[in-house]
């Protein structure tokens, strides 16, 4: 057999990356001949890790925290949805040797709720919390499903204000207090509290009857928000691990031009939880 192809994982830190075990699965499944590990890689030295990665053969290359915006200012070319994402989580060598820049964060999202959750977002009220980089990266493919409204609050309400005034409006913005008596149809958790355990402050009845709340931050065990939206009797409250692996399968394909199948590989890493 030929020489694999080469793709990696960079963040730091990353030995927690659940990545490589995906990208071997969906390898397995598609009858790949390809290798993807892990790289710790400090902001630093993002430009010379990638320059050498991809100047030794490499062809792709997915980028996590905090590495996404230095991602977004390497590539060459960028996609629409990572323009506006100012932010890219996977680059991909092209025929002509430049290096494109997409960001698939926000499809893997959008992806694991509508199909994989079987939630329709047409007409919805959603209201995401935090206005940073992650929110950036999910607005677009947010938009693009055609939701009755999006409404983004945060702590620091100017930073939902700018974000809605660089989406042209298309949401609105709000402070935390200013959720008293609204209500929304689905709750995105895109601050990053969850990863200490901790909780917006939010008001009770703000999630509208069978609702869905959806963390973006995934844990082995339920996190802060994910326990609050079972608390308001969600019809589903999840997090995002079924987004993770969304977002590899479209960086996969675009790669490797093949969609793997990520039902199993969800379950898989849904029962090693
Ligand atoms: P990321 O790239 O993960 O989005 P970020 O750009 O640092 O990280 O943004 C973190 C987001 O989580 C911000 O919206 C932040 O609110 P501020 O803009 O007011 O800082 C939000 N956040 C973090 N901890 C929070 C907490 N304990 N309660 C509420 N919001 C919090």
Redesign the pocket.
Known sequence: MNNPDNYAVIGFPIHHSKSPRIHALFAEETAQNMSYLAQEVRPENFTSAVNEFFEKGGKGLNCT?PL?ELAWAFATNKTPRAQAAK?VNTLILQANGQILGDNTDGVGLVTDLTRNHGVNLENKRLLI?????????ILLPLLDTKPKSITIA???LE??LQLAHDFDNHCEACG?DALENQQFDVILN????SL?D????LPENLLAENGICYDLAYSNQPTAFVRWGIAQHAYKSVDGLGMLVEQAAEAFFLWRGVRPCTHDVIDLLNAHR
């Open positions: 925290l996404k932010a919390l935090g206005a940073g980089g992650a929110t950036r990266g945060n702590r620091t930073k939902a935390f895109a601050t990053s509290a200490s901790e909780l917006p402050p």
